[in-house]
């Protein structure tokens, strides 16, 4: 085995293990009622009382790493501007599911384009093919061309995807971030989904706006069992985004463990520089000085009775 190769893989496990570590000390701390502050009042209150100062230092941090961590999960998992819509759309798809409780799925009337995209989402098969029976375009989409097979996918409704192919949906059809079924799989996760629209003939190495292939958004959410099938399909393993970052930069800077050894084992370049003139080594190198100070604060833990 290459000696970067052995090097860098070696540095992902020790630092996955001591993320395990250092999560265990936080849910211990948590039980005790020690790092977190759950709110305003909470924080006003305990602020009266005497507080050790590496206790009110480890807490401070706690407090940064949480609110970095959640605005990251929502940079990755909510896709811009467009996910208000379908934040709402979900909404109306649960109430839906709620009012229609016992009655059959398919309506009466004509399926409206509403109707048709909520079923897409909901797996609401009779749906969907009433509206196609109907005459109705398998490419309808909303307002911002996020169409039913983005939604099918996204969901891992393998039957629908199958039928709006069928019925002559795009495959390649892009919503307004340029983004294609094949992101939206996996995005979600949905291997059945992705092997659907690879069998269909759907490019694997395609790219969004950000210039971000399936591998990087499969990277970014965390889904490593779609990694492990876009590697073994050959995909370019190096492509680079619109920052130059590569799927290697992103798994490393997300924390994506497995992601990052499938990886490297895989054969991807840890010596491509992204725009900001970093590579992949450098980032983990980066690891390593940050695993120093994770060491350092679990001392600083066990000094006050957390560890």
């Not at 009779?126 to 996204?154: M, Q, Y």
């Not at 490593?224 to 590569?246: C, F, M, P, W, Y």
Request: aromatic share 4%.
């Amino acid at each position: 085995m290459d000696e970067d190769v052995l090097w860098t893989t070696t540095v992902v496990d020790r630092r996955a293990e001591m993320d395990k570590r250092e999560q265990k000390r936080r849910e211990r701390a948590r039980k005790l009622g020690i790092l977190l502050v759950d709110s305003p009042t909470e924080s006003t209150a305990r602020s009266n009382e005497p507080l050790n100062p590496s206790i009110a230092n480890i807490q401070a941090e706690e407090r940064v790493r949480k609110i970095s961590f959640e605005l990251r999960r929502e940079i990755v998992d909510l896709g811009g501007v467009e996910n208000i819509s379908e934040l709402r759309l979900r909404k109306k798809i649960r109430k839906q599911r709620a009012d229609s409780s016992g009655q059959s799925d398919v309506p009466e009337g004509p399926v409206g384009r509403q109707d048709f995209l909520i079923a897409a989402a909901s797996g609401k098969i009779k749906v969907i093919e009433k509206f196609l029976e109907d005459g109705g375009d398998p490419n309808t989409c909303d307002e911002f061309r996020k169409s039913a097979l983005h939604r099918a996918a996204f969901q891992g409704h393998v039957m629908i995807i199958k039928r709006l192919l069928d019925k002559g949906a795009d495959i390649n059809f892009q919503d307004r971030l340029d983004c294609t079924a094949l992101h939206w799989a996996c995005r979600g996760g949905r291997l059945e989904a992705l092997k659907i629209l690879q069998g269909r003939g759907a490019n694997l190495n395609i790219r969004d706006k950000l210039m971000s292939t399936p591998l990087h958004v499969a990277t970014r959410t965390g889904h490593s069992e779609v990694v492990e099938h876009l590697l073994a399909s050959g995909v370019k393993i190096n492509a680079q985004d619109r920052e130059g970052d590569t799927a290697l930069h992103d798994a490393i800077r997300l924390n994506r463990y497995k992601i990052v050894k499938l990886l490297i084992l895989a054969g991807a370049d840890m010596k491509l520089k992204n725009a900001e003139g970093i590579t992949a080594i450098e980032q983990v190198k980066m690891w390593q000085f940050d695993t120093k100070e994770m060491l350092e604060k679990l001392e600083q833990m066990k000094k006050v009775g957390l560890a």
